[in-house]
């Protein structure tokens, strides 16, 4: 089933083989991965980790996009919904990795916002839920900006790159908190296209 979200700067397009082009163009840039438990550095890294993403979509457990620009049509990202439990009606959302020409943007804050409306108002879910490594304040502030609440912290959860253990912090959104949360992105995101 191919989805298309569309938003005011982004739209988010179902994950096809057509984009792993364009995703591998800036893939190696090491600045997308620097807080990742892996990173994309060459053209088979990226059809690995297309073809894991949509393995896991058959199953039902992944719902995988890139990031087009809409002026361009440009491919700058992706991201995705992840461990879907409909049952439960909950889902986590990551895996957002940006071409880093597009960082400080604010095309997370829009990607994050059709994806939880998606979550929330077609998914009906209860609970959307991110976690982020300790160490990674770019991503900590981005969640805090959205309006996620700081559940805690999931000690030596992730082994680094580097063959260290990482803490990975959980936050989340649940669906009594949806619709403050969207207003507060929205008026965010607002004062970009005034």
């Keep these: 089933m191919s989805l298309e979200l569309i938003g005011n700067r982004i739209s988010l397009v179902s994950l096809e083989s057509e984009h792993l082009d364009a995703l591998a163009l800036f893939s190696t840039d090491p600045e997308i ?7 994309l550095n060459s ?4 059809d690995q980790w297309y073809e894991e993403a949509k393995a896991a979509e058959t199953q039902g457990k992944v719902i995988p ?3 087009k620009e809409n002026k361009t049509a440009e491919i700058i990202g992706s991201t995705r919904l992840f461990d879907v439990d409909i049952k439960h009606k909950t889902a986590e959302m990551g895996w957002t990795w940006l071409d880093p020409k597009f960082f400080g943007q604010k095309i997370n804050l829009e990607a994050k916002l059709l ?15 991110f976690k982020t490594d ?7 502030k981005a969640l805090q900006k959205i309006g996620a609440k700081l559940e805690g912290t999931l000690r030596s959860y992730r082994i680094r790159r ?28 607002e004062k970009n296209f005034v």
């Design 115 to 129: 994806l939880l409306t998606y979550s929330f108002e077609t998914l009906y879910l209860n609970r959307v839920q």
């Design 33 to 39: 991965w620097k807080f990742l438990s892996v990173s």
């Design 43 to 46: 053209r088979e890294d990226v």
């Design 134 to 140: 300790i160490t990674n304040i770019r991503s900590q």
């Design 162 to 189: 580097n063959g260290s253990l990482g803490d990975s912090l959980v936050y989340s959104i649940i669906i009594s908190e949806w619709l403050e949360i969207k207003e507060s992105i929205i008026k965010k995101l």
């Design 65 to 67: 996009f890139v990031i």
